[in-house]
């Protein structure tokens, strides 16, 4: 399996790194072999939610994609993700295989959602992958604009789980 990184240039991480040539990384648009490659987002669902409106065939070929960063703490702190609400909302029903790797999981590990997200794509098979129903709040003027909702530690459950959480 190839691990192709996409976002912040981490020297603690291995992979690829896609930089940016433009609005979308050429690297997304040559992809030929999906099903062989694993997608870590580091940096905001931004390039990948262009990517895959623009080749929307990839999502689904894709063993999964692996996002770092987020939380579903009802106070979060500004991220990537809340810079860009709506790529989020559209990462997250794509269609791909998206595992989550969560602020809250990878403290409880030790690690920087980065650093997690790495190796959960490296090794899945040392993480416990939990359905959930994930969400961003996207009602303008809402307190929550930008937030995740999640069903997770919830009696409310969505009517299906649209990603994995890594834990």
Same mark, same amino acid.
């Not at 090794?123 to 969400?135: A, K, N, Q, S």
């Given at each position: 399996?190839?691990?192709?990184?996409?976002?912040?240039?981490?020297?603690?991480?291995?992979?690829?790194?896609?930089?940016?040539?433009?609005?979308?990384?050429?690297?997304?648009?040559?992809?030929?072999?999906?099903?062989?490659?694993?997608?870590?987002?580091?940096?905001? #669902?931004?390039?990948? %939610? &262009? +990517?895959?409106?623009? *080749? @929307? !065939?990839?999502?689904?070929?894709? =063993?999964?994609? /692996?996002?770092?960063?987020?939380?579903?703490?009802?106070?979060?702190?500004?991220?990537?993700?809340?810079?860009?609400?709506?790529?989020?909302?559209?990462?997250?029903?794509?269609?791909?295989?998206?595992?989550?790797?969560?602020?809250?999981?990878?403290?409880?590990?030790?690690?920087? #959602?980065?650093?997690? %997200? &790495? +190796?959960?794509?490296? *090794? @899945? !098979?040392?993480?416990?992958?939990? =359905?959930?129903? /994930?969400?961003?709040?996207?009602?303008?003027?809402?307190?929550?604009?930008?937030?995740?909702?999640?069903?997770?530690?919830?009696?409310?459950?969505?009517?299906?789980?649209?990603?994995?959480?890594?834990?």
């Amino acid at each position: 399996m190839r691990i192709l990184v996409s976002g912040r240039d981490l020297p603690t991480m291995g992979g690829t790194l896609l930089r940016p040539a433009g609005p979308l990384p050429e690297a997304w648009l040559r992809l030929t072999d999906p099903e062989h490659t694993i997608p870590v987002l580091t940096d905001g #669902p931004g390039t990948a %939610a &262009l +990517a895959f409106k623009v *080749r @929307p !065939e990839l999502p689904a070929r894709f =063993p999964y994609v /692996v996002y770092a960063g987020g939380t579903l703490r009802r106070q979060a702190p500004r991220t990537a993700a809340m810079a860009d609400p709506a790529g989020m909302e559209s990462l997250l029903n794509c269609g791909a295989r998206l595992v989550l790797c969560t602020e809250e999981a990878a403290a409880a590990r030790g690690l920087t #959602p980065e650093a997690m %997200a &790495l +190796a959960v794509a490296e *090794r @899945p !098979e040392d993480f416990r992958l939990v =359905p959930c129903g /994930v969400h961003v709040e996207l009602a303008a003027g809402s307190p929550a604009f930008g937030l995740w909702i999640g069903d997770r530690f919830s009696d409310k459950k969505f009517p299906a789980g649209n990603v994995l959480l890594a834990e």
